[in-house]
């Protein structure tokens, strides 16, 4: 369904009156919903009834495009198909996992839209909580669409609920104002066809959360996504924990750097390890190599 979100259930009506949603003689019926899928728990749960109410689940998919990304479903395979990567997947190793989304586009001929969802709904439930799940989830069962489900549900199920007071210190929200990018002059948010010129409407949205589970406890997750950003970037940072500094206490201490994966999503996909290395010479010297 490549519309509004507010024909989603009229299309699914009608196709069950016409008779397209029946699944006869051994011929299939799909409906492919991509988000947003409502805009809030209670409008998310009618919807689903709604559309229940024509179709069965298993002619049912909610979709996200990230899943689509070559990168985004080659992080399991990273993950459970190398043995040197899962033993250190867990908070001994690892201090702290960034994810970054970043675009540079506004959100264009799309105001209207956006004013009444803004980054935090159009981006943070879906891309960023798929990206949070498949890096933090338990090895599934098998590669079975259930088995995946199940496990990434786990992970989301174990996310800290920010409290009221939790947002004041936990998260950030802004607006894009009036500038250049690549010397071109560009409006501010406010000014787009479709906005409110008084929108409190978010363009950028940070926020830290805490998964609670064996694997994560302590280990803080950062997500970070916005539009008019300074480039056009989509990436999963994995910090591992700083090794010990005796050895190196009579050296450039301050340029050992820490292991650092980097998942890059988009444009350039690919991934990328740091690790210390010693600068070619007759002293010690430190630097990292990838």
């Not at 409906?31 to 298993?58: C, F, H, M, R, T």
């Not at 495009?65 to 198909?81: A, D, P, S, W």
């Not at 981006?123 to 199940?150: C, G, K, W, Y």
Request: contains cysteine; aromatic residues 8%; glycine residues 8%.
């Amino acid at each position: 369904m490549a519309t509004s979100p507010k024909f989603f259930c009229e299309i699914v009506q009608q196709l069950g009156r016409s008779g397209l949603a029946k699944q006869e003689g051994g011929h299939w019926r799909r409906v492919v919903i991509e988000k947003p899928y409502g805009q809030d728990l209670d409008s998310g749960l009618a919807l689903n009834q709604n559309i229940k109410d024509v179709l069965s689940e298993k002619q049912i998919y909610r979709i996200d495009h990230y899943l689509g990304k070559e990168t985004v479903q080659n992080i399991m395979v990273f993950r459970f198909g190398n043995g040197i990567f899962e033993p250190i997947w867990n908070r001994r190793y690892i201090d702290h996992v960034a994810i970054t989304n970043a675009e540079t586009v506004g959100v264009e001929m799309r105001g209207g839209y956006f004013d009444t969802a803004g980054t935090l709904r159009d981006m943070v439930p879906n891309h960023m909580m798929q990206l949070i799940s498949l890096t933090a989830m338990e090895p599934p069962a098998s590669f079975s669409a259930d088995a995946v489900r199940d496990e990434q549900a786990k992970a989301l199920n174990a996310i800290q609920p920010l409290s009221s007071e939790d947002v004041l210190h936990q998260a950030v929200r802004g607006q894009y104002g009036e500038g250049a990018i690549a010397k071109e002059k560009v409006q501010a948010y406010r000014s787009e066809p479709g906005v409110s010129p008084e929108s409190k409407t978010e363009t950028f949205v940070a926020m830290k959360l805490n998964i609670d589970n064996w694997r994560w406890a302590g280990v803080p997750f950062y997500l970070r996504t916005g539009k008019r950003m300074a480039k056009r970037h989509t990436e999963i940072n994995i910090q591992f924990k700083r090794a010990p500094f005796q050895l190196f206490r009579q050296t450039a201490v301050h340029k050992l750097q820490t292991n650092r994966l980097v998942i890059q999503v988009q444009p350039d996909e690919g991934m990328a390890l740091g690790f210390g290395a010693k600068i070619p010479g007759a002293q010690l010297r430190l630097g990292c190599r990838r």
